[in-house]
């Protein structure tokens, strides 16, 4: 009876062909309607390769518009562009929300040219002055893509991004550093000096939000590589892409392809069904972004989910500070942690904030004092909730 189930299953076809295109890290080929921007980039960065001149670049654009997408394509094409000019110029790309320190960020590039090297203890700028002397004595050249750079600039402050621009301008030896920097909107330049803010200014490069047509378009390009011949119809995939096309964000259309593609394959049908996009939109929220999730600390994500089901629990749209506190302390014991004082749990709810996981706004009189009313977005607080204790429960770190 199990040798014939085993059977069975073993032969049953899935409708993918190659699930790894549908996953956020895979960086597809071709981007399609990015074309002019890719151009623009392209064109910013001729002094780079013809005269060795080092650029600053600003990408941005709401949600899922292809930052990340754009500036991991374009640093392929860059080295290679170098290469066939004979130079050696390499592109390394940073997530600034998850490094978040300035040491973590510039160890991530310490990573690459000095692998094995511990460098505890010295200052970024330090750090950074050996990385440009290591680009000099091997006459190489570098551009760091920065991207969820404006998370980092608000916790941080601008230091770092300068000591980028300025690193190697001293020696009066060719400046061998470019910065591309990536951020969601352009508000955290007011964080900046003149300068820097007026150079970026001049090299923005706006995504737009994408159409129902455009999500259309990389609906299908991407079903031709993850999925067998036949198995996605047109109807399903217009499905989708009006239902992305709402947010503009290509991230989740291609979330709902695969889920819809996954519930296909589970129930074991030779097709995707309108039904199961239908259900796919059904379930999946864009709000909730489990890679942000995923990239929290334990306490960040203990206090998030005191908050997840306070507002369950007690059916409103926002608590106060005092309420969550408590509400923290509870979830703190159930996951055998000791939980932060009150200054702390401030400094958490601000992270959470400036990630755009939770809204606070100041209570007013209401509850005096400096008592916050903090609410989540418009996301179902059961599906964070749940997401949330399916991650505190695989890493029991
Ligand atoms: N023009 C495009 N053609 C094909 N795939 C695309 C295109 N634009 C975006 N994508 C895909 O959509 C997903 C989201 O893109 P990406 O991660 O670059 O967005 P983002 O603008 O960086 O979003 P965020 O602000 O959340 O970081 C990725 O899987 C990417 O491969
Ligand atoms: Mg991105």
Request: charged share 30%; proline share 3%; glycine share 6%.
């Amino acid at each position: 009876m199990f040798e014939d189930i085993f059977e069975e299953e073993m032969a049953r076809k899935s409708i993918f062909k190659d699930q790894s295109k549908l996953s956020p890290d895979y960086v597809p080929g071709t981007l399609v309607h990015r074309d002019e921007e890719f151009r623009e980039l392209s064109r910013l960065f001729k002094p780079v390769l013809e005269d060795k001149a080092s650029q600053r670049v600003l990408i941005t654009g709401s949600v899922g518009v292809g930052k990340t997408a754009l500036s991991l394509r374009f640093g392929r094409e860059l080295e290679a562009g170098a290469e066939k000019r004979g130079f050696r110029h390499d592109y390394v790309h940073i997530n600034c929300r998850k490094e978040r320190t300035p040491y973590t960020v510039i160890r991530e590039l310490m990573n690459h040219y000095f692998p094995r090297l511990s460098r505890r203890g010295f200052a970024p700028e330090e750090l950074l002055s050996d990385v440009v002397d290591w680009l000099e004595s091997h006459d190489a050249y570098l551009t760091v893509g920065l991207d969820e750079l404006d998370f980092f600039v608000r916790q941080n402050g601008p230091d770092l991004l300068y000591s980028f621009i300025r690193a190697g301008e001293e020696t009066g030896a060719p400046n061998r550093l470019s910065v591309i920097a990536i951020s969601r909107s352009s508000n955290f330049f007011r964080l900046l000096d003149e300068a820097t803010m007026s150079t970026f200014m001049h090299n923005k490069i706006e995504l737009d939000k994408y159409n129902a047509q455009q999500l259309t378009d990389i609906l299908k390009n991407r079903v031709k590589v993850a999925f067998r011949p036949g198995t996605v119809n047109d109807e399903v995939i217009d499905l989708i892409s009006e239902a992305a096309s709402q947010r503009g964000d290509a991230r989740f259309a291609l979330e709902l392809l695969w889920h819809a593609g996954r519930l296909a394959d589970k129930e074991g049908l030779e097709k995707v069904t309108l039904e199961n996009a239908r259900t796919a939109k059904a379930r999946i929220h864009p709000e909730i972004r489990t890679d942000v999730l995923l990239d929290l600390r334990r306490h960040e994500r203990l206090l998030l989910l005191a908050l997840a089901r306070h507002l369950k629990i007690s059916d409103k749209a926002y608590t106060f500070t005092g309420e969550l506190d408590e509400a923290y302390k509870v979830v703190c014991e159930e996951y055998g942690e000791k939980a932060f004082k009150h200054t702390k749990v401030w400094e958490i709810l601000k992270k959470l904030s400036d990630f755009g996981l939770i809204k606070t706004q100041p209570a007013g009189m209401e509850k005096g004092g400096r008592s916050q009313r903090i609410s989540v977005p418009d996301a179902p607080v059961e599906t964070l909730e749940k997401e949330l204790e399916k991650i505190l429960d695989s890493k029991k770190v």
